[in-house]
């Protein structure tokens, strides 16, 4: 079935270095990826999205790299911040909207 | 814009009650809302979809007639926990999307539910 699977549960970084969050996703067939961002006690916040036609996006300081080859997404946050600090989630649209298990991203002072 | 509000953000009650969390769109419409349940540290597991005008579609395992959804506008879709039990409590996320072809899922800030 359907799964979106992360790996890395936790990542530490330090404030200014940049940081790389991964994704593995099972469904061949997904043609829609997004990634999340949620803080403690709060919803998830869209970050960046990224159609199965494309392999590369960039937004304000994060880019999102798809390979369709290895179903493998990542998301690389440029310049991290403390305010970066957070669980990351990457999610795939199939039937419906699958979640991975989130990567917890730690900034270090 | 694509702005979901969820009404409480907190709230506690006792076994044996029911509550009641509300989902709106402020600034689109929403023919389908989709319910969230999240355990500490875990990911978003799926609920039930939640269609205007319409039943609920359920997720495997999930009793519809403990968690009751209304979905009576465009805008605004409910989440009823009946008979409450401590293992109810949760965080509780709803969604929606503006369009239902690969568009992004915008999120309400969740509400914790604690029974006690």
């Known amino acids: 079935g359907e799964s979106v699977g992360l790996h890395l549960p936790t990542l530490s970084v330090q404030e200014g270095d940049n940081s790389i969050i991964n994704c593995a996703y099972s469904n061949s067939a997904s043609d829609y990826f997004i990634w999340y961002k949620q803080e403690s006690g709060k919803g998830p916040q869209f970050i960046i999205d990224?159609?199965?036609?494309?392999d590369k996006r960039q937004g304000q300081r994060v880019t999102v790299l798809l390979n369709k080859t290895v179903k493998h997404l990542s998301l690389q946050i440029a310049a991290t911040q403390p305010g970066d600090s957070a669980v990351y989630f990457c999610a795939e649209n199939g039937q419906n909207f699958v979640f991975g298990p989130g990567t917890r991203l730690s900034v270090l002072p | 814009g694509a702005v979901v509000s969820q009404h409480p953000s907190r709230v506690i009650c006792k076994s044996g009650t029911s509550v009641k969390i509300e989902c709106r769109s402020l600034?689109?419409?929403?023919?389908?809302m989709f319910w969230y349940r999240q355990f500490p540290k875990k990911s978003l597991m799926l609920m039930a979809t939640?269609?205007?005008?319409?039943?609920?579609?359920?997720e495997q395992g999930v009793e519809k007639d403990k968690f009751l959804i209304n979905h009576a506008s465009l805008t605004l879709s409910t989440l009823t926990v009946t008979s409450a039990h401590p293992e109810d409590s949760s965080f509780y996320i709803c969604?929606?999307?503006?369009?239902?072809?690969?568009?992004?899922?915008?999120f309400g800030n969740g509400t914790r539910l604690t029974v006690t």
């Open positions: 939640s269609n205007e005008g319409s039943k609920a579609t359920y």
């Open positions: 600034d689109f419409q929403a023919t389908t």
């Open positions: 969604s929606a999307s503006i369009s239902s072809y690969n568009s992004p899922l915008h």
């Open positions: 990224i159609r199965s036609n494309m």
